[in-house]
């Protein structure tokens, strides 16, 4: 196993509560002791330039920079639990460690969830970062975070949805300061917009344009990939409506809007437009087709949802989208929020088509050559409480639990067969070199080549920084 030379110790203070049910609790100041082993449309021109030079690798940003074109960001709504997972604490407690066991994998000395055993196969491709935190154990606003990069506009609420106001999601930054496909989205999200029905806001803010505007929205391509009848409703037409017919009406269209100038500078007009370009596209619906994936490779992901929809991601970076955001499913049961029957839920309903789809898509970018320049990442809003709650380990749940949690990253020049960060003997706090969510996803900036002094300006023309983390640059061989 690789070892990294840690980032500096912090001190982390704030407040966080264990999960929607508990009273908010103060988290006690404390220091970390020990660090271880383990331009255009308002961009200034000059930076613009500057990005997209140093994206395209004429530039050096130090290492790791720029080696990613593009990513594959799997969001694990509802938090997976890091002891169950890949951070487990065999000697623990058994309140603490609950009934997985741990089993080796191809690194010598890295460890994880014996439910993961397709992904302990491919571990030699991929880091373990053991040592996420934040402080905030709400769904939405710490989802927010997580996807963006950013801060929720207001921290500790489950109370608020999206808004103009959210920071945009990391496709949507990635779009506007890349340039994007001639004909297919530059920002797609799978399978929905992440929910959670116990959250009052209901959708998690940041998974949008944000205060970049509509324009930069994900195409959201929503249902079931693994059913026979399932299709893009946007790449659909009506009975009756030839191709020919829409590009007839684009240009029809097009000449009313020459004479509405008001029109012109409108979300509207770049939606419409992006609308009928994804119509009159054969390549996008190329890129959407699954059915010209052989059985044996929709097989290997898995005929589920999930696995379809990581495969779907493969095809559309494979065809010029530079990133696709795949969140969990709508499952009806409060997706990887595990606060009851944590451990059967883990070993029937959720490890299994994860572990399936993570592996099948790390081996399926190497052999086609594409691991190399794809960031993936794996990961959810927080982790779970180390204590299991409503009874034995067999049939208990585990609340939420922001202080300490996993993530996985691969690809795009991530050092593979590596673990960053080391959590306490019960997983609950990072022992040595925290990360942020701010910083994972500073991580992944760095990885596509987005300078660190890059801005956008929100929608009144203020500028807004684009890191507000720090890249784990340790992790890029």
Same mark, same amino acid.
């Given at each position: ?34 660090a271880?082993?383990l ?51 065999p ?8 009934p ?12 994880i ?95 949008h344009?944000?205060?970049l ?71 996008a ?26 495969? +779907?991601?493969?095809?559309? $970076?494979?065809?010029? #989208?530079?990133?696709?955001?795949? &969140?969990?499913?709508? =499952? !009806?049961? /409060? ?34 050559? +594409?691991?190399?320049?794809? $960031?993936?990442?794996? #990961?959810?809003?927080?982790?779970? &409480?180390?204590?299991? =709650? !409503?009874? /034995?380990?067999?049939?208990g ?35 040595d ?45």
């Amino acid at each position: 196993m690789k070892r990294f030379i840690p980032r500096e110790a912090r001190d982390y203070t704030g407040q966080g509560c264990a999960d929607l049910r508990h009273q908010q609790s103060l988290m006690t100041r404390r220091q970390v002791l020990q660090a271880g082993s383990l331009g255009v449309l308002g961009l200034g021109l000059p930076q613009f330039w500057s990005a997209r030079a140093l994206a395209t690798g004429s530039a050096s940003g130090g290492s790791g920079f720029g080696k990613a074109k593009r990513c594959i960001f799997l969001f694990m709504w509802g938090g997976p639990s890091q002891l169950d997972t890949f951070d487990m604490k065999p000697d623990a407690p058994n309140e603490v460690r609950g009934p997985f066991k741990p089993i080796s994998t191809r690194v010598p000395d890295i460890q994880i969830c014996e439910h993961f055993a397709s992904v302990a196969q491919v571990t030699d491709k991929l880091s373990i970062v053991r040592s996420l935190n934040h402080t905030d154990p709400a769904h939405l606003s710490s989802g927010h975070a997580t996807l963006t990069g950013n801060w929720a506009p207001k921290l500790n609420s489950d109370a608020d949805p999206p808004s103009d106001r959210d920071t945009p999601h990391l496709g949507a930054t990635l779009a506007r300061l890349r340039e994007t496909p001639d004909t297919l989205p530059p920002f797609v999200t799978l399978p929905w917009k992440a929910y959670h029905p116990a959250a009052p806001g209901g959708q998690a803010p940041g998974q949008h344009g944000g205060f970049l505007g509509r324009t930069y929205d994900p195409l959201l391509v929503t249902g079931d990939p693994s059913q026979p009848n399932w299709r893009v409703e946007a790449l659909s037409l009506a009975d009756g409506i030839s191709y020919d017919r829409i590009n007839s009406r684009q240009a029809l269209l097009g000449e009313i809007d020459a004479q509405r100038e008001a029109l012109q500078t409108s979300d509207v007009t770049g939606l419409k437009e992006q609308a009928f370009n994804l119509l009159a596209s054969q390549a996008a619906r190329d890129a959407f087709d699954l059915s010209q994936e052989p059985d044996s490779v929709r097989d290997r992901y898995g005929r589920n949802i999930h696995g379809q929809c990581v495969l +779907m991601a493969r095809r559309l $970076i494979e065809h010029g #989208v530079p990133l696709v955001n795949v &969140n969990w499913h709508n =499952d !009806g049961r /409060n997706f990887w929020d595990t606060h009851g029957n944590n451990f059967s839920r883990l070993k029937q309903d959720l490890i299994p088509p994860s572990d399936q789809a993570l592996s099948a898509l790390l081996e399926d970018l190497e052999v086609r050559g +594409m691991l190399d320049d794809t $960031i993936v990442a794996w #990961v959810g809003e927080f982790g779970r &409480n180390p204590q299991i =709650d !409503g009874g /034995n380990a067999g049939d208990g749940g585990r609340s939420h639990w922001p202080f300490c949690y996993s993530g996985l990253l691969a690809g795009g020049g991530i050092t593979g067969g590596a673990v960053y960060g080391r959590s306490d003997k019960h997983a609950a706090r990072p022992a040595d070199s925290p990360v942020s969510p701010l910083d994972y996803a500073a991580t992944i900036l760095h990885a596509l080549g987005i300078p660190h002094e890059t801005t956008m300006p929100d929608r009144v023309g203020r500028p807004n920084k684009v890191y507000n983390g720090r890249p784990i640059t340790e992790l890029f061989g």
